[in-house]
C-alpha cells in the first residue's frame, strides 16, 4: 500500500546504547512505575492535551506519567475532568469523554482550550478497529498500533461518514487538520531509532503497567490464540466469545508473530466516523477506497480546528466479532507508544509550535454589521435604559447576560440596535440573531458561520459545518467559535424570543453541553413552538448576551423591563422623525395622536411611517392607528388561557379603569364560564394576571395594604372595538403587502373585507378599497383570475358610486391595467393606461406622483411592445417628477430606476443599465431590507445583465439568491419564481449543463400550467419562452418529435398575441 510502518525506539541517554535482547515476553506486565505529585503549576504551564475517550484509555494514560500535577481551578462552563502530569518535562492534561463520539470530543477539547489557552497541540489517544490488510510491517493485528499519517491525499484523518449524494454516489465533504510537523517528525524520528534497537522502549513503557494489581489485570496480554480474523462475509453465530460457537476452521491463516519482542507500529489513514463499524464488508470497501488502516469514533471532533496526532492500539477487526478482551491491551499499547513520543519532542520546540493556541484576541475582531434588522433613522429617547444595558454589559471578567423585556411595541429591538451602535467599538463582534423560533435561530446562526468563514482566517470547523449544510452542527461550530480562549469581548443579541419554555436546571430537557440544540418537541401538547434558549447560548463563561422579550420570565440574566414612554415630547419627536412633518409640537391633534397612542414606540413610529407616504391629517388617522403588536401578545395568551383573554377583551371596556378580584367575584354567580373559572378563588383569579402581566398588557398596582382594597388591583392599556378594528384589519393588510408578508396580507384583507361587507355593505366604498387591494394581493401571488375579479368588482362599483373620472376609480383602472399587461393583453392594456393617464393629468396635473405612475406604467407597455424610444421618454418623464417628488432613495423612484435599467438592457447599453440595476438594488436593500420582492426583482435583474455580458457565474449566484428568496416570499409555483427558474435554464444550458436545464425548463412550465387558467397560459410570453427553450433543448439532443411538439405550442400562442406585437424572441437572449 505505500504506507510506512514503524519501529520505535527511546533515548536511554545522550549516548547510543545497544540493550541486550530480552527474555521476558513482550507481552506481559512488569512492575508498575507509580508517578510522583509534585507541586501545582499555572494553566499557561499545560502544552499538550492527551485525549482519551475510554476510561481503559485514561488508566492507561496515567500509568505513562512521571509526575502528576494538583488539579487546578477551572471555569463554571468548564465540565471536563482533568488529569495533570508531565512525561520527559512535558506538561500534559489528561481528559476524558462522557461518551464516545466526534460531537463530545469537540466540546471537551473546546472546554479544554478555554481552560488551559496555551496548549500547543494534542494526542488522541486509545483503541480502536482496524483493517487487516497488508503493510510494509505486515499484516494489521490485534496489539498493533496505529498513527495517523498523511497518505493518499488526506491529512492522516478523515471523516467517512459526512458528505453529500451526488449522481448516485457519496461525495465526502469537508476536511480535517494534518497533525502538526512536530509530531509528524517525532514519529519519524522514533521510528528510526527505534528500528536500530534490541530492545523496544515501546513494550518496556508496557510493562510500567502492574498487571499483577487487581484493578489493572486487564491491561494484560490475551495470546495469540484469542486473535480471531474470518473472512468477511462469516457472520459472528452468538452473543459469547468466538471459540464457543463460531467455527474455528473458517479463521484466516496468519503467521505467528509471538515471538515479536517489539510492539508493531503502522503509520497512515485513519477514519473517524459517528458510528461503530460492525460490518467487515463495509469495512473493506471504506478501506480499500481511502487506503485507510483503522476506524474510530474522536477524532474528527477534536482534529476539525486544532491540532492532533492520532494514536490508536488495535482492539478489533471493525466486524461482528467484536468483543472486549482486547480493549485493556490496545490501550496499554497505544499509550505506551504516546508516552515514547515525548522523547523526541524538545520542550523548547513545543513552546514554539504555534498551532491555533496562539491566536490572539485580534484574530476574532469582525467588522461591524448588523445584516438584515432595520434601524430607524433617528433614534429618540430611552438614554437611561441605555444607560443600564451599558453598565450591566460592560467588560468583565465574566459573562453578563441581561434579559430585555416589555410589551410588543415598546421598542425593544430598535433600543437594541441603538445600544449596538453606540457601543461597537466595546466588542470585538456583534451578531443579530432571530429568537423567534428554533428555526429561525438555527437560520441565523448558519449565516454567522458564514459571516465567520468569509471574514475571518481559516476556521476549520466552520467550513466543515458549512459544507455538510447540517444546521445542528453550524450552532456547534459558531458557539465553538465563541468559546475560542481569547476570542471573549463579543456581543450575541437574540431578538425576540417570545415562545419561551424554561426547563428546570439539572432536568432530562435541559441541554447542559450544548452538544444538541433545537427540539421543537419540547414544547408540549399544546403545539405551540415554544423552547428553551439556553442550549443556543455560548458555553464558556466570557462573552455579553442581550436577549429581547415579552416575558418577563425569562430569569437568564439581569431583567432590564421598556415600558411606555412617560414624557409626550418624546413620543411627538417620534412621530415628528418618521413623518418627516415639522413643527408638530404646535399640532393639536398631533399632541392628540400622541397621547392616543399611549407612550408605545412602535404605534407611535407606525404612524409616522404611514403620514410620510399620505397626505391625512393626524386627526384623520386617529382612526386608523394599528394595534399589531397587541393582537400578536393576546395570540399567545389564548393559547395559554382562553379564560385570561376574555377577561382582556372585556376589560377594554372599562375605560382603563382598575380591576381586582373582589370587583369580578361579584358578578361570579350570573357571569358566563371564563369569569365563574377565573373568579373560583383569589388564586384562580391571580393566576390569570399573573399571565397578563408576563406578557406587559396588564401592569400590577401597589399592594392592597397600601390602596386600602382587600386585595391588589391591576389596570390594563385601552383599546377600542368595532370600526376600529375592522380598519385596523385593513391597515395591517397593507402593512404586511408592503412588508411582502402576503399570506399574512391575505388573512388581514379578508377579516376587514368581511367586516365592512357586515358593516356597510358589498358596495360601500370602505369595502370596495379593500377589494381592490385584495386583487393587488392576488395579482402579487399570481393568482390572476381571481385579481381580474377583484378589480372588475371593484370598479364596476367605484363607477357607480364615484364617476368614472374620479381619482378612486382611476386607481384600480390602472390596477387592471397592470393585470392585462402582466397577462399579454398589451392592446387593452394600453386603452386602460391611456383612459387612466388622462384622468390624472385632469384631476392631479402632469406632475403629481400619480400621474408619474401612469407615467411609468406606460413605459413598461412601450417596452413590452418594443416601441423603446417611446418607453424611454415615458421612463425619463416619471424618474425626473419622481426624484423631484419623493427624493432619489424612494421606492416608488427605485421602480423607474429599475425599468430604465431593464430598457437599457434591451438596447445593449449594458454598462448604464448595470448602473441602474445597482442603484435600484442598493436602494431597495436599505429601505426593504435583501428579502423584500422588490430587492429580489433588482436582483434579478442583474442576474440577467451578467448572463448578457457573458458573467455566468456571477448570474449564476444572482439567479440563486434571487430564486431562493422568492421561494421564501412567494411559494414555489408563483410567477416571479418561475421566470428565475427558467432563466435558470438558459443560464445551465449555456454552461452545456443541459440536464439540469432541462429539469428547470420543466419545473417552470408546469408551475406556469398549475398556477394560471388555460387561457390565459396560453397567451402568457414567460410560459411561451419555457415551451420554445425546451423545444431548442430537444432539438439539440436530436429530439425532433418532442422539439416540434413545443415550438408548435409556442407558436401557437404567439400568433394568438401578434396584434400586440409581442415577441418570445430568440433562445440565445429569451428571459423574463
Known amino acids: 500500500m505505500g504506507i510506512l510502518i514503524d519501529r520505535a ?38 502544552k499538550v492535551a492527551w485525549i482519551c475517550p475510554l476510561e481503559v484509555e485514561q488508566i492507561a494514560a496515567m500509568e505513562m506519567l512521571d509526575e502528576e500535577h494538583p488539579a487546578i481551578p477551572k471555569s463554571s462552563a468548564d465540565h471536563n475532568v482533568y488529569s495533570l502530569g508531565s512525561i520527559n518535562g512535558h506538561n500534559i492534561v489528561i481528559a476524558g469523554l462522557h461518551q464516545p463520539g466526534n460531537c463530545p470530543a469537540a466540546t471537551v477539547v473546546a472546554q479544554m482550550r478555554m481552560t488551559f489557552p496555551s496548549l500547543r497541540f494534542g494526542l488522541l489517544v486509545g483503541i480502536g478497529g482496524g483493517v487487516p490488510v497488508q503493510t510494509d510491517n505486515g499484516m494489521i493485528r490485534l496489539g498493533h498500533v496505529i498513527v495517523s499519517k498523511p497518505a493518499g491525499g488526506h491529512s492522516g484523518a478523515l471523516q467517512y461518514d459526512h458528505g453529500k449524494a451526488r449522481d448516485g454516489q457519496f461525495k465526502r465533504t469537508g476536511a480535517l487538520m494534518p497533525p502538526p510537523a512536530v509530531l509528524l517528525n517525532a514519529a519519524q524520528a522514533l521510528a528510526v531509532q527505534r528500528a536500530r534497537l534490541r530492545v523496544d522502549p515501546v513494550q518496556q513503557n508496557v510493562r510500567r503497567i502492574d498487571i499483577t494489581s487487581r484493578g489493572l489485570r486487564r491491561f494484560q496480554y490475551p495470546g495469540e490464540q484469542n486473535d480471531y480474523l474470518f473472512p468477511p462475509h462469516y457472520k459472528h453465530q452468538h452473543q459469547g466469545a468466538c471459540n464457543t460457537k463460531c467455527d474455528l476452521s473458517k479463521r484466516i491463516p496468519r503467521t505467528s508473530d509471538d515471538g515479536d519482542m517489539f510492539v508493531v507500529v503502522h503509520r497512515g489513514n485513519i477514519a473517524s466516523g459517528e458510528l461503530v463499524v460492525k460490518d467487515a464488508l463495509r469495512r473493506d470497501k471504506l478501506a480499500q477506497h481511502d487506503e485507510l488502516l483503522c476506524f474510530e ?25 467484536k468483543n472486549d478482551m482486547w480493549h485493556g491491551y490496545a490501550a496499554a499499547v497505544a499509550a505506551a507508544y504516546a508516552r515514547q513520543l515525548f522523547f523526541h519532542l524538545p520542550v523548547d520546540e513545543v513552546q514554539r509550535c504555534s498551532g491555533n493556541a496562539t491566536q490572539t484576541a485580534s484574530s476574532f475582531i469582525l467588522p461591524f454589521k448588523l445584516p438584515g434588522v432595520h434601524s430607524v433613522n433617528h433614534f429618540v429617547a430611552r438614554q437611561e435604559e441605555l444607560g443600564r444595558l451599558y453598565n450591566e454589559l460592560k467588560s468583565t471578567r465574566e459573562r453578563r447576560t441581561v434579559i430585555l423585556h416589555g410589551l410588543g411595541g415598546m421598542g425593544k429591538t430598535q433600543t437594541t440596535i441603538a445600544f449596538a451602535k453606540k457601543h461597537r467599538d466595546d466588542y470585538s463582534a456583534v451578531f443579530w440573531l432571530d429568537a423567534r423560533d428554533t428555526t429561525a435561530l438555527k437560520l441565523s446562526y448558519q449565516s454567522l458561520a458564514q459571516r465567520i468563514a468569509t471574514e475571518t482566517s481559516s476556521v476549520t470547523y466552520i467550513k466543515n459545518a458549512l459544507s455538510n449544510r447540517d444546521l445542528d452542527e453550524m450552532v456547534s461550530a459558531v458557539k465553538r467559535w465563541l468559546d475560542e480562549p481569547k476570542n471573549n469581548r463579543w456581543l450575541m443579541i437574540y431578538d425576540n424570543y417570545d415562545d419561551v ?33 439556553r442550549p443556543y447560548f455560548p458555553e464558556t463563561d466570557h462573552g455579553a448576551i442581550l436577549v429581547t422579550t415579552r416575558s418577563s420570565t425569562v430569569e437568564l440574566g439581569q431583567l432590564i423591563q421598556l415600558s411606555k414612554l412617560g414624557d409626550v415630547n418624546d413620543s411627538l419627536e417620534i412621530l415628528k422623525s418618521t413623518s418627516n412633518r415639522a413643527n408638530l409640537a404646535q399640532d393639536r391633534d398631533a399632541m392628540a395622536l400622541a397621547l392616543r397612542l399611549d407612550g408605545l414606540p412602535l404605534a407611535l413610529s407606525t404612524a409616522g411611517a404611514y403620514l410620510k407616504q399620505v397626505s391625512r391629517t393626524c386627526g384623520e388617522y386617529l382612526r386608523l392607528a394599528l394595534y399589531s403588536t397587541w393582537e400578536i401578545s393576546l395570540d399567545h395568551i389564548q393559547q395559554q388561557s382562553l379564560s385570561a383573554s376574555m377577561l382582556l377583551g372585556q376589560w377594554a371596556y372599562f375605560d382603563n379603569d382598575d380591576l ?74 397593507i402593512l404586511y403587502s408592503d412588508q411582502g408578508r402576503l399570506k399574512e396580507a391575505e388573512a388581514m384583507y379578508e377579516r376587514a373585507l368581511q367586516g365592512k361587507e357586515k358593516a356597510w355593505g358589498p358596495d360601500h366604498t370602505s369595502t370596495l378599497d379593500t377589494v381592490n387591494n385584495l386583487g393587488n394581493l392576488y395579482s402579487d401571488q399570481g393568482r390572476l383570475k381571481e385579481a381580474e375579479a377583484m378589480y372588475e368588482r371593484a370598479l364596476q362599483g367605484k363607477e357607480k358610486a364615484w364617476g368614472p373620472d374620479h381619482t378612486s376609480t382611476l386607481s384600480t383602472i390602472n390596477n387592471l391595467g397592470n393585470l392585462y399587461s402582466d397577462l399579454g393583453r398589451l392592446k387593452e392594456a394600453e386603452a386602460i393606461y391611456e383612459r387612466a393617464l388622462q384622468g390624472y393629468e385632469k384631476a392631479w396635473g402632469p406632475d403629481h406622483t400619480s400621474t408619474l405612475d401612469m407615467v411609468n406604467n406606460l413605459g413598461v407597455l412601450y417596452k413590452d411592445q418594443g416601441r423603446l424610444k417611446e418607453a424611454e421618454a415615458m421612463y425619463e418623464r416619471a424618474l425626473q417628477g419622481k426624484e423631484k417628488a419623493w427624493g432619489p432613495d424612494h421606492t416608488s423612484t427605485l421602480s423607474t430606476v429599475g425599468n430604465l435599467g431593464i430598457l437599457y438592457k434591451n438596447q445593449g447599453r449594458l454598462k448604464e443599465a448595470e448602473a441602474m440595476f445597482e442603484r435600484a438594488l442598493q436602494g431597495y436593500e436599505k429601505a426593504l431590507g435583501p428579502d423584500h420582492t422588490s430587492t429580489l426583482d433588482s436582483v434579478h435583474c442583474l442576474g440577467l445583465l451578467y448572463k448578457d455580458q457573458g458573467r455566468l457565474k456571477e448570474a449564476e449566484a444572482m439567479y440563486d439568491r434571487a430564486l431562493q428568496g422568492y421561494e421564501k416570499a412567494l411559494g414555489p409555483d408563483h410567477t416571479s419564481t418561475l421566470n428565475t427558474v427558467n432563466n435558470l435554464g438558459l443560464l445551465y444550458k449555456d454552461q452545456g449543463r443541459l440536464k439540469e436545464a432541462e429539469a428547470m425548463y420543466e419545473r417552470a412550465l408546469q408551475g406556469y400550467e398549475k398556477a394560471l387558467h ?59
Open 9 to 46: 525506539m527511546e533515548w536511554i541517554s545522550s549516548t547510543m546504547i545497544r540493550p541486550r535482547h530480552s527474555t521476558q515476553p513482550h507481552k506481559a506486565g512488569g512492575k508498575s512505575h507509580r508517578p510522583k505529585m509534585t507541586q501545582e503549576r499555572s494553566r499557561d504551564d499545560y
Open 501 to 533: 419554555k424554561l426547563h428546570n436546571r439539572g432536568s432530562p430537557s435541559e441541554n447542559e453541553t450544548g452538544s444538541q440544540v433545537g427540539n421543537e418537541n419540547d414544547a408540549g401538547e399544546t403545539g405551540s413552538k415554544a423552547y428553551d434558549i
Open 660 to 733: 381586582w378580584y373582589e370587583l369580578l367575584r361579584e358578578g361570579r354567580p350570573e357571569g358566563p364560564a371564563w369569569l365563574v373559572e377565573i373568579t373560583e378563588d383569589e388564586l384562580s383569579f391571580d393566576l390569570a394576571m399573573r399571565l397578563l402581566c408576563e406578557h406587559g398588557l396588564v401592569e400590577a398596582n401597589p399592594p392592597a395594604k397600601e390602596t386600602g382594597r382587600e386585595s391588589r388591583g391591576y389596570s390594563v392599556h385601552h383599546f377600542d372595538v368595532g370600526e376600529e378594528e375592522i380598519w385596523m384589519f385593513h391597515n395591517l393588510g
Open 1014 to 1072: 388555460p387561457d390565459t397560459l396560453r397567451t402568457y410570453i414567460p410560459a411561451l419562452n419555457a415551451l420554445e427553450n425546451l423545444g431548442d433543448l430537444f432539438e439539440q439532443r436530436g429530439a425532433t418529435d418532442r422539439a416540434l411538439e413545443h415550438y408548435n405550442r409556442a407558436r401557437t400562442g404567439i400568433a394568438d398575441i401578434t396584434a400586440s406585437k409581442a415577441r418570445v424572441g430568440s433562445a440565445a437572449s429569451r428571459g423574463y
Open 297 to 321: 469514533m474522536e477524532a474528527a471532533g477534536a482534529i476539525a480546528d486544532f491540532p492532533c496526532l492520532v494514536v490508536r492500539g488495535i482492539s478489533d477487526y471493525c466486524d461482528s466479532h
